[in-house]
C-alpha cells in the first residue's frame, strides 16, 4: 500500500510540477507581449527580458528547476528545499543554478538519500562555474517564508525549539535566505563576481556542499 501511494503521489508531484512551469512560460510570454507592445506603457521597454531568473521553496524549487529545464528564456535559477522530480533529474539544465538546502542530517537516510542522488544528478551536470549546493545549518523547511519564521507565536516557536524542531532563529533563516538570492543573481544576471558567493564570513551557518 505505501509503495502503491508513493507511486501515485510522485505521479501527482510530476503533474503539478509540470503544471506550474507551463504557468511560468505563460507569464513570461506574457511579460515578452507587454514589453514589446503595451497599449499602457507602463511596461513598454521597461522589461530586460534576457536576464530572466526563477526560484521557488519546496514545489516551488521543483518547478523552478522545471521551468529551467523547458525553457532557456531563464537564465539562472534556485530550488530553495525542493524535492526535484521528473526528466530533469536524469537530463539536467544548463543554466547556473543554485540548491539552498535546510538542515535535514536528523532525518531518515531512506528518506533523505534519494533526494539528494537525485540533486546530485542534476548538479553534477551544471556548468561547473555556475554550481552550488548549500545548507543552512539547523535551517528548517518550514522556515524560508515569513509565515513560518516570523508569524509563529512565541510560544509555538519554544516548544519547536524543544522538540529539537528549530534549530535556527526564524528571522535568521530569512536573513540568510534573502542574502544567498539576492547574490546569486547579482553574479548571474548582472554581472557581480563570483567570489561574493563563494566568500562569506557573515553566514558561518551556511556550509558549501560541494
Known sequence: VDSVDGIQQLQLANKLVEAGSADMMFCLDQLV???????????LGRLDMQRVGVFGHSLGGAIALEFCHNDLRCKAGIDVDGLPVGNVITEGVTQPFMFLLSDHRNEPDRETQPVYANIRSIYDRLPTDGRFELMIRGGNHYMF??????LKSP??????RALGIVHID???????TAHYISTFFDVYLRGAPVSQLKSQPDYPEVENIR
Open 145 to 150: 517564508s515569513d509565515d513560518g519564521a516570523m
Open 155 to 160: 510560544v509555538v516557536m519554544r516548544v519547536l
Open 33 to 43: 507581449r507587454l514589453n514589446a507592445s503595451d497599449p499602457s506603457g507602463r511596461f
Open 170 to 176: 526564524g528571522r535568521r533563516q530569512v536573513a540568510v
